[in-house]
């Protein structure tokens, strides 16, 4: 049984999908500061509640994301894993970059091969 749950929170729109295969939640905006207490609040009820199969967190229509927002995924990976639910990440070249461009920085850039 599918059923789909919208709010918006500070510039952010998060859309989720409940279906048999886990949740669903497709994200449209920009995850920062402001955003990303909203995501947590969401990913934290989804995984506590039901405790899905999956959560697939859809970046497709995200057009920026912070170090804050990179913070909320992996706190959300984190208690993923400890109720052994599969958390992935679709759509997210803004996420990518984000995290290629600090494997650049000082003290990553020696270490990291991009």
Same mark, same amino acid.
Request: glycine fraction near 8%.
């Given at each position: /049984?599918?059923?789909?749950?919208?709010?918006?929170?500070?510039?952010?729109?998060?859309?989720?999908?409940?279906?048999?295969?886990?949740?669903? /939640?497709?994200? !449209?905006?920009?995850?920062?500061?402001?955003?990303?207490?909203?995501?947590?609040?969401?990913?934290?009820?989804?995984?506590?509640?039901?405790?899905?199969?999956?959560?697939? $967190?859809?970046?497709?229509?995200?057009?920026?994301?912070?170090?804050?927002?990179?913070?909320?995924?992996?706190?959300?990976?984190? /208690?993923?894993?400890?109720?052994?639910?599969?958390? !992935?990440?679709?759509?997210?070249? $803004?996420?990518?970059?984000?995290?290629?461009?600090?494997?650049? !920085?000082?003290?990553?850039?020696?270490?990291?091969? $991009?």
């Amino acid at each position: /049984m599918a059923r789909d749950i919208g709010s918006s929170a500070d510039g952010l729109e998060i859309v989720i999908h409940e279906g048999e295969e886990g949740i669903t /939640m497709r994200l !449209c905006g920009r995850l920062n500061i402001d955003s990303s207490p909203a995501l947590r609040d969401r990913l934290v009820a989804s995984l506590q509640a039901q405790s899905p199969r999956s959560v697939i $967190v859809d970046f497709s229509d995200v057009s920026y994301v912070d170090s804050s927002g990179i913070a909320t995924l992996i706190e959300g990976l984190k /208690m993923a894993r400890q109720r052994q639910t599969i958390l !992935c990440l679709r759509g997210c070249e $803004v996420v990518s970059f984000i995290c290629l461009r600090l494997l650049e !920085c000082p003290p990553y850039s020696r270490k990291a091969a $991009v």
